[in-house]
């Protein structure tokens, strides 16, 4: 298995709670849709990031493959206008 953890800032004067549950509304239903990813979930962080993305795929060519997934893409158009930085972090358990 290998998780998935990203820690995104917002541009600024972007609604942080509302982009929140949006990222959230479109990208955790992916879980169970596409292929190896097992788990997702978006949260407000507190500290430093406005919110991370922490996720669970079958193996490293699921996340592979979900990065280049017609849902995954299509759910980032609703957000990725958005975001202004971003830090990732993946790892096997």
Avoid: C, N
């Avoid at 990208?27 to 949260?43: N, S, V």
Wanted: no cysteine.
């Amino acid at each position: 298995m290998v998780k998935h953890i990203v820690l995104y800032t917002l541009k600024e004067g972007v609604d942080k709670e509302e982009a929140v549950k949006l990222i959230a509304s479109v990208l955790e239903p992916l879980a169970g849709q596409i292929p190896g990813l097992l788990k997702m979930e978006i949260r407000r962080a507190y500290q430093g990031m406005d919110y991370a993305l922490y996720s669970e795929f079958e193996s490293k060519q699921a996340l592979t493959d979900y990065a280049s997934h017609p849902l995954h893409l299509q759910a980032k158009e609703h957000f990725w206008h958005m975001l202004d930085s971003r830090t990732a972090a993946d790892y096997e358990v």
